[in-house]
C-alpha cells in the first residue's frame, strides 16, 4: 500500500486470568499512512493501550504479525527491536514517566546517550528542543520540581529527540487543562506537519479527537470504524 509505513495483520491479545481467557484484542488489522495524524478512540478498557503498545512493539501480540516498512517485526530479537525502538519510535505515555533523578535536559537527552554523538551535541539538540517548547528556563530542574504540563511536555521532548518516524501517545492531554493540552497538541500538529512524522493517540478527549484527520474507534478489543477524513 502507498506510504504504508506500519501494518497489524489478524493482531490478537488475550490475557489468561487465573482460568479465564481475556481477549484484549480481537483481530485487528490496521494500515498506519506515513504522515498520518491518528486518533485512537473507545471506552475505557477497549484496549487502546494494549493496541498502542503493540503497534510501538512495547508487548508483543498473542498472535498476528506486525510490519514496520515491511519488516516482520514479530520475527526480530529483543535487541534489534530494542534497537528499533530506539531509532525509528516515540512514546508519550499517559503519566510521562520521566527519570527522577535526571533533570528535564537530561530526561529529554537520554535517549541519544547510546548513539555516536558526542555529549555536548547531545545537550545541544535537548537544550534547543526545550527551547521549543518554551522550557529553556527549566532545563536543569528536576521533574518534582515542575508542574504537570511541565513534565508532559518534558516527556514529549524527549519523545522527539530522535526524530521518529512514529510518534505513539497515550492520553498526552489526559492529566493536563485545556491550555495545556492545547499546547500539547499544536505540539504533536507541528512535528506532524513540519517533520511528516506519522503520529497516533489514543484519547478519550474530544478536543484532541476533533483535531485529527483519521479516527480508528476501538470497542471490546475490536476496530468498530476507521475514518479518514
Ligand atoms: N497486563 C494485563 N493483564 C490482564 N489484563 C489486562 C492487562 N492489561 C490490560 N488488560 C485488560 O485488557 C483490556 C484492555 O485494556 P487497555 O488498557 O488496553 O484499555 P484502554 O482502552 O487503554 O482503557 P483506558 O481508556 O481505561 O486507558 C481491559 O479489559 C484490561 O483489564
Ligand atoms: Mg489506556
Not at 103 to 109: G, K
Not at 183 to 191: A, F, V, Y
Request: net charge positive; proline share 3%; with cysteine.
Amino acid at each position: 500500500m502507498k506510504g504504508s509505513i506500519l501494518e497489524a495483520k489478524n493482531i490478537q491479545k488475550t490475557y489468561l486470568l487465573g482460568k479465564t481467557e481475556l481477549h484484549a484484542l480481537n483481530n485487528i488489522s490496521l494500515s498506519l499512512e506515513q504522515s498520518e495524524l491518528i486518533s485512537l478512540v473507545g471506552p475505557s478498557g477497549s484496549g487502546k493501550t494494549t493496541l498502542l503498545n503493540i503497534l510501538g512493539c512495547l508487548d508483543s501480540p498473542s498472535s498476528g504479525q506486525l510490519f514496520f516498512q515491511g519488516q516482520n517485526m514479530s520475527q526480530k530479537k529483543e535487541r534489534e527491536l530494542a534497537e528499533f525502538r530506539r531509532t525509528h519510535f516515540g512514546y508519550i505515555f499517559q503519566f510521562f514517566n520521566l527519570i527522577p533523578v535526571l533533570t528535564a535536559l537530561e530526561n529529554v537527552a537520554f535517549p541519544l546517550w547510546q548513539t555516536r554523538l558526542s555529549r555536548k551535541e547531545i545537550n545541544k539538540k535537548a537544550s534547543q528542543i526545550l527551547e521549543i517548547i518554551g522550557l529553556g528556563k527549566f532545563a536543569h530542574h528536576k521533574p518534582d520540581e515542575l508542574s504537570g504540563g511541565q513534565q508532559q511536555r518534558v516527556a514529549a521532548a524527549r519523545a522527539l529527540i530522535s526524530d521518529p518516524q512514529i510518534i505513539f501517545a497515550d492520553e498526552p492531554t489526559g492529566n493536563l487543562d485545556s491550555q495545556t493540552g492545547q499546547q500539547m497538541m499544536e505540539l504533536l500538529k507541528t512535528i506532524n506537519k513540519e517533520k511528516g512524522t506519522t503520529v497516533v493517540i489514543a484519547t478519550h478527549d474530544s478536543r484532541v479527537i476533533s483535531q485529527t484527520r483519521r479516527i480508528i474507534e476501538i470497542k471490546d478489543g475490536e476496530i468498530r470504524s476507521d475514518e479518514k477524513n
